[in-house]
């Protein structure tokens, strides 16, 4: 056991769409500073796992905390006040507006003085510059214009905004959901290396990714899901990949509960 608690912890939550169980008693713990991995086959309850956490479902019972304190998420946005940031698989971007203009989607900021509290101007010089300085941030340097629609950057550039949105205002935890399910090799491997890079900036990452190897390759635990519920919790270097698919599927016991991070 550990004596670190989790920034993220959720007890028993369970979620019923009438007769069928999504969540059946589910556990979720996110410690500080990693990377943890979800993974469970289609119909398994992870989507609605992250859904509940994430305030974007309310569970039918069951308890949630977070930084130690339990929490009632009636909607995305209590989440996203909180520190909780979510990239869903379609990002969620709009393509006709600008990469400024995404990155400040729903935060839009006002100009000072009556031409914001009156006339409602936006500060895009503030919103462009705070955009720009996040991309670097993260090494997104081959998106040169920050005005260019969204629309006209490859797969790769569109999810590294995603991200670059999320670590901007997700100040405490981000959770991205399959972020590689539509990149090539190349595209993949940059937004890898954005995950690992927000990561070392001490933000947890919780990841939901049906990708084996690049689960492998960044999680520091891997949570299980399996028939609405949490069966295993391991670490990548005492499994392999197939230990890992064989515990999903049920075809291999699952073993003790991994408690702490890896060090």
């Known amino acids: 056991m550990s004596?670190?608690?989790?920034?993220?912890?959720?007890?028993?939550l369970l979620k019923r769409y009438g007769t069928v169980v999504a969540l059946n008693g589910a556990d979720f713990d996110l410690y500080p500073g990693e990377i943890l991995a979800v993974i469970g086959d289609n119909g398994a309850g992870k989507s609605t796992l992250i859904k509940?956490?994430?305030g974007a479902i309310i569970p039918d019972h069951g308890e949630i905390a977070f930084e130690g304190k339990p929490v009632h998420f009636r909607s995305p946005e209590d989440a996203r006040?909180?520190?909780?940031?979510?990239?869903?698989?379609?990002l969620a971007l709009s393509p006709a507006l600008s990469i400024a203009d995404n990155m400040f989607l729903g935060r839009e900021v006002r100009r000072s003085g009556l031409l914001g509290s009156l006339l409602r101007m936006m500060d895009r010089?503030?919103?462009?510059?705070?955009?720009r300085e996040k991309l670097s941030e993260l090494g997104l340097m081959t998106i040169q214009d920050i005005n260019q629609a969204?629309?006209?950057l490859s797969g790769g550039q569109r999810q590294g905004v995603a991200v670059a949105r999320a670590a901007a205002f997700g100040s405490k935890v981000i959770i991205l959901d399959e972020p590689t399910a539509a990149l090539g090799v190349k595209e993949s491997r940059r937004v890898l290396e954005?995950?690992?890079d927000v990561r070392s900036r001490g933000i947890p990452i919780i990841l939901i990714s049906h990708n084996m190897p690049h689960v492998f390759e960044v999680a520091d635990r891997i949570h299980i899901h399996r028939l609405g519920k949490r069966i295993a919790v391991i670490r990548p270097k005492d499994y392999s990949m197939s230990d890992a698919v064989a515990i999903m599927t049920g075809a291999m016991q699952p073993p003790e509960m991994v408690e702490a991070m890896a060090g």
């Not at 004596?3 to 028993?12: F, V």
């Not at 010089?125 to 955009?131: C, E, V, Y």
């Open 125 to 131: 010089g503030h919103m462009q510059k705070f955009a």
């Open 3 to 12: 004596d670190i608690e989790p920034i993220l912890k959720a007890r028993g």
């Open 194 to 196: 954005l995950i690992l």
């Open 52 to 54: 509940a956490i994430s």
């Open 81 to 90: 006040n909180a520190g909780i940031e979510t990239v869903y698989q379609n």
């Open 150 to 152: 969204v629309e006209t």
